[in-house]
């Protein structure tokens, strides 16, 4: 069995009002897959481990805006640092084999249709290694100012055998950053530093589109053949 995993954190201020995302997840919520359920989960910005984290830290510290302001507020970035735990939170109550998380509002995606995901989700429910969609091949390019686009973000698989290491590695990488820069950024950059350390992801090529779902065949890859691929980069 397959797990769909998403969450809806409401952002105060944030560009896009909480009734268009509640339309875009409920198209996600809503689709009909035999191979699959889903696990939705609806926090408030001060449930989220991160902004937990952060409080009890009682340091003043800065957060990665890059061009968009508004958007990039440090609640938010808090927000985005959720995903592994919302996939922590459904292994616990969900005997799937292997968990999917994609954004809740996904259907924002130009181009991006219900056939996509369900397709999607019939490829990846043998899937044996995390496994994340991105747009660049080079992984560290990147300056923590601006979002690191090794890794889209919106779609990622992992395995049940994965998922508590998948969420102790995102944590700890995030804390690690944090008292090193002060500096709070973007999940997918703790994404790709969590790769550069070894952890293991698969990666395959894709936009910020419907080729996140549609470029995916299923990695077939065991857990030392992942490791290999990672070295390879």
Not at 69 to 93: G, M, P, R, T
Request: proline share 6%; charged share 20%; net charge negative.
């Amino acid at each position: 069995m397959l797990c769909v995993v998403t969450g809806f954190v409401p952002i105060p201020g944030h560009p896009r009002p909480p009734d268009d995302y509640e339309k875009l997840g409920e198209r996600l919520v809503k689709l009909q897959s035999p191979a699959s359920v889903c696990a939705t989960f609806k926090v408030r910005p001060i449930d989220c481990w991160l902004h937990k984290y952060l409080l009890w830290r009682g340091r003043d510290f800065t957060h990665s805006t890059s061009d968009n302001v508004q958007k990039n507020s440090a609640v938010y970035h808090c927000v985005q640092a959720q995903k592994s735990e919302f996939i922590l939170y459904a292994a616990n109550d969900c005997p799937a084999d292997v968990f999917v998380w994609i954004d809740y509002g996904i259907f924002h995606l130009k181009g991006l249709t219900e056939q996509h995901v369900l397709d999607f989700l019939e490829r990846a429910k043998y899937e044996q290694t995390v496994t994340i969609p991105g747009c660049w091949d080079q992984p560290f390019l990147y300056v923590d100012a601006h979002p690191c686009w090794r890794f889209c973000g919106g779609v990622m698989i992992v395995p049940r055998k994965w998922v508590i290491e998948f969420d102790l590695a995102m944590k700890a990488e995030y804390i690690r950053w944090i008292n090193l820069t002060n500096n709070l950024s973007w999940e997918v950059n703790c994404l790709a530093r969590i790769e550069r350390d070894g952890f293991p992801i698969f990666w395959y090529k894709a936009d910020h589109d419907a080729s996140m779902f549609t470029n995916y065949q299923g990695s077939g890859l065991h857990e030392s053949e992942s490791r290999h691929s990672i070295r390879a980069h």
